[in-house]
């Protein structure tokens, strides 16, 4: 079987006829690798988000960025399905599959998410009472097992049962040390 000649592909709707001169333009614009616009000249259309000069290449995520979200990945605290990125995006990225180049804006919605798991662990460092921690254990972000040591998971959580002064303090002393890691840049 012969391969189809780039005449034979109908371009989609709103892509640009490919000439040279165009391609260089916005290799130079956006950076593109000089294999895109090998594969542009094959095709003979330019795709049609690079119209009117709109498209704006996502910027990649810095090694530092990355570095400070695998140590909140790691947290056994966290429930990674709950941080604000598409499931697939993640578990590609944790895999360090090479299509897992994650954003900046991807990163910074995770950090955001981060930042809003600090204000109910802080709230029961300071007020430890069982509405603030009832507050912590139904959020889904959190993993539960991560804050209560096994001797005291055994609690019925019933509305208005208190925990036993020596539950509160673990927990508490786990809370904080969740909080510490979180705060930590």
């Known amino acids: 079987m012969h391969k189809k000649s780039s005449s034979q592909f109908t371009a989609p709707k709103g892509a640009l006829k490919f000439t040279l001169k165009r391609a260089r333009q916005l290799q130079e614009k956006h950076n593109l690798t000089p294999g895109t616009i090998r594969n542009w000249k094959w095709k003979g259309w330019i795709p049609a988000m690079y119209r009117g000069g709109k498209y704006v290449k996502p910027i990649p995520a810095t090694p530092a960025q990355l570095r400070r979200l695998d140590r909140y990945l790691a947290l056994d605290i966290v429930v990674r399905a709950h941080l604000g990125l598409p499931r697939q995006r993640l578990k590609d990225y944790l895999q360090r599959n090479g299509n897992a180049r994650l954003q900046v804006h991807e990163v910074e919605?995770?950090?955001?998410?981060?930042?809003?798991?600090?204000?109910p662990l802080e709230t029961f460092i300071?007020?430890?009472t069982f509405g603030h921690l009832t507050a912590?254990?139904?959020d889904p972000r959190f993993r539960n097992t991560a804050l209560i040591d096994p001797p005291f998971r055994a609690v019925r959580w019933k509305h208005g049962i208190e925990f036993d002064p020596a539950a509160t303090r673990s927990i508490?002393?786990?809370?904080r040390h969740w909080l510490k890691l979180l705060k930590k840049k």
């Open 172 to 175: 508490q002393k786990k809370a």
């Open 126 to 128: 300071t007020e430890p």
């Open 136 to 138: 912590i254990l139904l």
């Open 109 to 119: 919605t995770v950090f955001e998410h981060i930042t809003k798991l600090q204000a």
